[in-house]
């Protein structure tokens, strides 16, 4: 009776209300929290602590390796003062670190200062590991956390403690933090007004950037498909198709005349074709994955067929992209079409996420409840919400150095085509972005053929089609050992590149591009998949563009060139002109 009273009582509160109250709560959390969990935070601190107080055999290493890097301070110290405490001295530091590579930090005591810091840095890394019993998660967690706090402590952040900031200061008389100051003041009104960063008005698309000729021949609620005009008497028959992540805008590969991907590829004589994504708003809150296959890539290949009538399509997608067409391409195969495709072509794209990088610190349970409440009242994720994350993957480039050389030092440095590109955020819609975390990241259901279509699932085994895949090697999305696990799904004749540079840095590589430089080897249909090492040390090195090996490769995979085809079809009339309407989209 007691039970059936609390039920009917004015005053109970629904599952609904409790509901809605917990997602107020925790995205008020997220706005404070720079969209992180700090309940994940906080499990994992309590996880290793609580394990590390009750292993007093580590506790003990601990110590003795706290003894030895003190013992080498001041032995480091010893030395700077017989060689005379004012001479340079060498600051032992890690080959990749930048933070103290001005010579400045060479003089006393600011070589000191930075000495002390990376030997902390050394203590807290071991502090972080091997401890018995801490799950993985939470031991990568704490070690990738550690390495944040200490960076707000690093002396190069502190303008005290920094040399190149104390001469700048000094040479100017304090001119840089005047200019530093007007630099902070216009961010922080450019974030407050949700105004683009200074210097993107010089990169608008179709203006600047995204300017080779085309024409949009179909445009539903997701996408807008771009065909590109020709450029040559003769094309390959086999057009080209690319289907972009949808976290970006797809002119990344299409920015200016001299860099873009699309222009290239028009000019070596493929008829290509690319999906312009929406910037998705309120309305889209429901689209889900299958939105995104049915609305874009077959869409796109209804599109094609008709335009291009009887030929295989090059398949080539980019990030997200990539994940997006090895699902398409395994749905078709499933339903007996995968003739419909020439190849597959995969640039920085996971299958297998099993070991997808530090990106998985910030993707459990914890972290999707946070997500899921930001989400609930707008319908989709902002490209800020989600910037956090990235900028702790690489705080030294996104956060610590704009603050030392924008407003301490008062440099700017100016925006190229390839950072106002990535100022353009996109939006995410929230059941699809749910669903992609839930079962890419953490259930990894397409590599282990548990990822459902139309009510059945796919699998990766089913892809029989000539496989070119490309990695990069400072890739923080989608670290290059995890994207050659595709290897190990299917038995297809890939090739696979690894190209100097990173996400998008390492893709964006065109010809006459300095300092690049890849490794590529083939591996034949049914063949031997050689572990990831042992590719590195086979792996022919090649300087220069990888684009120029990757035409030729698709021309290898097509027939003999023909006429270009017409602009759009009966079916299928031109919309509009390059780039179309999405990419403007903010």
Request: with cysteine; proline share 7%.
């Given at each position: 009776?007691?039970?059936?009273?609390?039920?009917?009582?004015?005053?109970?509160?629904?599952?609904?209300?409790?509901?809605?109250?917990?997602?107020?709560?925790?995205?008020?959390?997220?706005?404070?929290?720079?969209?992180?969990?700090?309940?994940?935070?906080?499990?994992?601190?309590?996880?290793?602590?609580?394990?590390?107080?009750?292993?007093?055999?580590?506790?003990?290493?601990?110590?003795?390796?706290?003894?030895?890097?003190?013992?080498?301070?001041?032995?480091?110290?010893?030395?700077?003062?017989?060689?005379?405490?004012?001479?340079?001295?060498?600051?032992?530091?890690?080959?990749?670190?930048?933070?103290?590579?001005?010579?400045?930090?060479?003089?006393?005591?600011?070589?000191?200062?930075?000495?002390?810091?990376?030997?902390?840095?050394?203590?807290?890394?071991?502090?972080?590991?091997?401890?018995?019993?801490?799950?993985?998660?939470?031991?990568?967690?704490?070690?990738f956390g550690t390495r944040q706090m200490l960076d707000v402590f690093s002396p190069g952040n502190v303008p005290f403690f920094n040399p190149v900031v104390l001469q700048n200061t000094w040479?100017?008389?304090?001119?840089?933090?005047?200019?530093?100051?007007?630099?902070?003041?216009?961010?922080?009104?450019?974030?407050?007004?949700?105004?683009?960063?200074?210097?993107?008005?010089?990169?608008?698309?179709?203006?600047?950037?995204?300017?080779?000729?085309?024409?949009?021949?179909?445009?539903?609620?997701?996408?807008?498909?771009?065909?590109?005009?020709?450029?040559?008497?003769?094309?390959?028959?086999?057009?080209?198709?690319?289907?972009?992540?949808?976290?970006?805008?797809?002119?990344?590969?299409?920015?200016?005349?001299?860099?873009?991907?699309?222009?290239?590829?028009?000019?070596?004589?493929?008829?290509?074709?690319?999906?312009?994504?929406?910037?998705?708003?309120?309305?889209?809150?429901?689209?889900?994955?299958?939105?995104?296959?049915?609305?874009?890539?077959?869409?796109?290949?209804?599109?094609?067929?008709?335009?291009?009538?009887?030929?295989?399509?090059?398949?080539?997608?980019?990030?997200?992209?990539?994940?997006?067409?090895?699902?398409?391409?395994?749905?078709?195969?499933?339903?007996?079409?995968?003739?419909?495709?020439?190849?597959?072509?995969?640039?920085?794209?996971?299958?297998?996420?099993?070991?997808?990088?530090?990106?998985?610190?910030?993707?459990?349970?914890?972290?999707?409840?946070?997500?899921?409440?930001?989400?609930?009242?707008?319908?989709?994720?902002?490209?800020?919400?989600?910037?956090?994350?990235?900028?702790?993957?690489?705080?030294?480039?996104?956060v610590w150095s704009p603050l030392i050389n924008d407003y301490m030092l008062g440099t700017r440095r100016p925006l190229n085509d390839l950072m106002a590109w990535n100022a353009d955020a996109?939006?995410?819609?929230?059941?699809?972005?749910?669903?992609?975390?839930?079962?890419?990241?953490?259930?990894?259901?397409?590599?282990?053929?548990?990822?459902?279509?139309?009510?059945?699932?796919?699998?990766?085994?089913?892809?029989?089609?000539?496989?070119?895949?490309?990695?990069?090697?400072?890739?923080?999305?989608?670290?290059?050992?995890?994207?050659?696990?595709?290897?190990?799904?299917?038995?297809?004749?890939?090739?696979?590149?690894?190209?100097?540079?990173?996400?998008?840095?390492?893709?964006?590589?065109?010809?006459?591009?300095?300092?690049?430089?890849?490794?590529?080897?083939?591996?034949?249909?049914?063949?031997?998949?050689?572990?990831?090492?042992?590719?590195?040390?086979?792996?022919?090195?090649?300087?220069?563009?990888?684009?120029?090996?990757?035409?030729?490769?698709?021309?290898?995979?097509?027939?003999?060139?023909?006429?270009?085809?017409?602009?759009?079809?009966?079916?299928?009339?031109?919309?509009?002109?390059?780039?179309?309407?999405?990419?403007?989209?903010?």
């Amino acid at each position: 009776m007691a039970e059936k009273q609390a039920e009917t009582s004015p005053t109970a509160v629904s599952a609904e209300d409790a509901r809605r109250l917990d997602l107020m709560t925790n995205s008020a959390l997220a706005r404070m929290s720079m969209s992180l969990s700090p309940q994940t935070s906080l499990l994992a601190l309590m996880d290793w602590a609580s394990h590390l107080s009750a292993s007093p055999g580590r506790q003990m290493q601990l110590l003795q390796y706290a003894i030895a890097l003190y013992g080498q301070f001041m032995g480091y110290v010893r030395r700077m003062a017989m060689s005379g405490m004012f001479k340079p001295g060498s600051i032992e530091k890690p080959v990749t670190d930048r933070r103290f590579a001005d010579p400045a930090w060479q003089q006393w005591p600011f070589n000191v200062m930075a000495q002390a810091f990376l030997l902390q840095e050394k203590w807290w890394d071991e502090a972080t590991q091997h401890v018995f019993g801490v799950s993985k998660h939470n031991q990568e967690l704490m070690r990738f956390g550690t390495r944040q706090m200490l960076d707000v402590f690093s002396p190069g952040n502190v303008p005290f403690f920094n040399p190149v900031v104390l001469q700048n200061t000094w040479q100017e008389g304090g001119a840089n933090w005047a200019r530093g100051l007007q630099y902070m003041m216009d961010d922080t009104r450019r974030k407050i007004s949700g105004d683009p960063p200074e210097g993107t008005e010089k990169f608008i698309p179709g203006r600047d950037v995204a300017v080779t000729p085309g024409k949009v021949v179909l445009r539903n609620r997701l996408m807008e498909l771009i065909q590109y005009s020709p450029t040559t008497a003769k094309v390959r028959p086999e057009p080209v198709l690319i289907i972009p992540a949808w976290i970006m805008k797809y002119y990344i590969l299409d920015l200016s005349p001299d860099n873009s991907m699309v222009k290239y590829l028009v000019e070596q004589g493929h008829t290509v074709f690319s999906i312009s994504w929406k910037n998705p708003d309120e309305g889209d809150r429901d689209l889900t994955m299958d939105d995104y296959l049915k609305l874009g890539f077959q869409a796109a290949l209804d599109a094609i067929g008709a335009i291009v009538p009887g030929q295989p399509i090059h398949a080539t997608g980019y990030c997200l992209g990539g994940t997006l067409l090895s699902i398409g391409a395994a749905t078709l195969a499933r339903e007996g079409q995968l003739q419909r495709l020439a190849s597959m072509t995969m640039f920085a794209s996971q299958t297998d996420f099993s070991e997808p990088g530090e990106l998985s610190l910030f993707i459990d349970e914890g972290q999707l409840a946070i997500l899921e409440s930001q989400m609930e009242q707008k319908g989709y994720l902002t490209g800020e919400q989600m910037s956090g994350a990235f900028q702790m993957l690489r705080s030294w480039d996104l956060v610590w150095s704009p603050l030392i050389n924008d407003y301490m030092l008062g440099t700017r440095r100016p925006l190229n085509d390839l950072m106002a590109w990535n100022a353009d955020a996109t939006r995410m819609p929230a059941k699809m972005h749910i669903q992609y975390l839930r079962s890419m990241y953490l259930n990894n259901d397409l590599s282990q053929d548990r990822y459902i279509v139309d009510g059945r699932p796919i699998t990766l085994n089913s892809l029989r089609l000539p496989i070119f895949c490309v990695g990069t090697v400072a890739d923080h999305v989608a670290p290059w050992r995890s994207v050659y696990k595709l290897h190990h799904f299917t038995p297809a004749e890939m090739t696979f590149v690894l190209t100097s540079g990173g996400h998008n840095a390492g893709i964006v590589s065109e010809p006459g591009h300095p300092r690049r430089h890849y490794q590529m080897l083939v591996r034949e249909a049914g063949g031997v998949t050689l572990p990831p090492e042992e590719w590195l040390q086979t792996a022919p090195r090649s300087e220069g563009s990888w684009w120029v090996a990757w035409d030729k490769w698709l021309n290898a995979h097509s027939g003999k060139s023909v006429n270009p085809p017409e602009m759009g079809a009966t079916n299928y009339p031109i919309v509009c002109d390059a780039p179309g309407e999405y990419v403007l989209q903010r």
